[in-house]
Each structure stands twice: as structure tokens, then as C-alpha cells.
């Protein structure tokens, strides 16, 4: 009986550290943010062509939001525009974040990202802090990129953010025309390679769930994705 009882014990505590130790991944659709202000706007495949870029052929359920324009030097079109994100964190943690993105040229190639409380909120289109400075990785389809920080002496750093459990905002605002955000992954995983293991991305309604706020925005688990496909 004393053998028994302390099995139980044994279980009991391992299924507590493998419930705290639980990975978090969380994905939202880029158009699903609780505020879109312009010159960012949601768009679909048709527009990039319209502006004289690539089609942004089979955006994951058929949108994308972007500052409509081309890709030419000296962006964004208009002032500072951005999509904001309030995104509920399950446990206190170090996080990165992956965006799925098209980026045309090295004039259509890059963000702003900051999130609170990790980051001092500020609009680094107008204070140009280039902490918060996110260089996109060029390419004319869809593809996973890891939001960095390009510093002033043009070093590339993947950007890691330590957060406490609860409601955070994630403020991706626009830099230059015409680079596509598609949807973003949020993880606690830090692995360069974490987002581009035949990632897929979320097609189907009934993979919703609470990790996005208000209730209603679409978000699904990494897991879940993968699973899908």
C-alpha cells in the first residue's frame, strides 16, 4: 500500500512539472488584429500585381494585411500605420515570434515590431529606434521569418522578449510599402529553425481557440497546425 501511495505521489508530480513545463505556441491571422490602422489595410492575392509586384498567391484563408503600394525606395505610403495584437500568454516566459511574409525587394523588405510590456511602447517609425527595427527576409512567396532587431551597424539579431503571464500587445507597424504579413506564430521554443519544419498554416474555423483577445479572433496552437497537415 506504501509502494502504491507513493506511485501515485510520483505521478501526480510529474504530471504537475510537465503541466508547467508545457510548450506554448500560439497563431494568429495577420487580419485578425484587434486594430488595423491605416496605411496598413487587409488585402488579397490580385493586389500585389495591381501594384506592380508579385501576386501574393494563397494567403492562409485568402488575406493578408500590407500598406498598399509599390515597392519603391523611400516608404511607407503615408504616416504610421500598423496592426495590433492582444495576445493572452498562458505562462511567464522568454518568446520569439515568427510572421509568414512576402518581402518583392530590398524596397519592400521590412516591420517595425514592438511588444509590450517587454518593450517601452513608442512609434519607431517616427523615433526610428532601430531596436525595434525588423529586417524581412526577401522572397516572393510565402515563407517564415523570425522578427529580429537590424541595428544601426546593420547587425541582424533574432529578438527574444521576457514576458509575464497574461495580456500582452504585439504593435507590427509598417516601414516600408508593399511587405505582406500573412500570419504570425508565437513560441516559447528559441530555435533558429523552430517555424520552417514544413510549417503550415490555419484553414480550418474549427481550429479556434481564447489565446487571442477579445474572444472571436482566430488562434491556434502550432501543434495543432501541424497536426492538421
Known sequence: MKKLLILF???GIAMLVSQLCMAVEIATEAEMAQVIEAPMAIGVPADGSANGGTDAVDPSRGNFVWAPGAPVEGGPNGDSGFVQFVINIPQAGTYAVWARVIAWDGNSDSFWAVWE???VFENPQETQNMDYRWSVSNGNEWHWDRIEAWKADDTHTDREWDLPAGPTTLTIFTR????MLDC???TDNLSSDEAEVNP???TDTDLQSASVEPAGKLAVTWGTIRSAW
Open 117 to 119: 510590456p517587454a518593450d
Open 184 to 186: 504570425i506564430f508565437i
Open 200 to 202: 503550415r498554416t490555419p
Open 176 to 179: 516600408e510599402d508593399a511587405t
Open 9 to 11: 505521489m510520483v505521478a
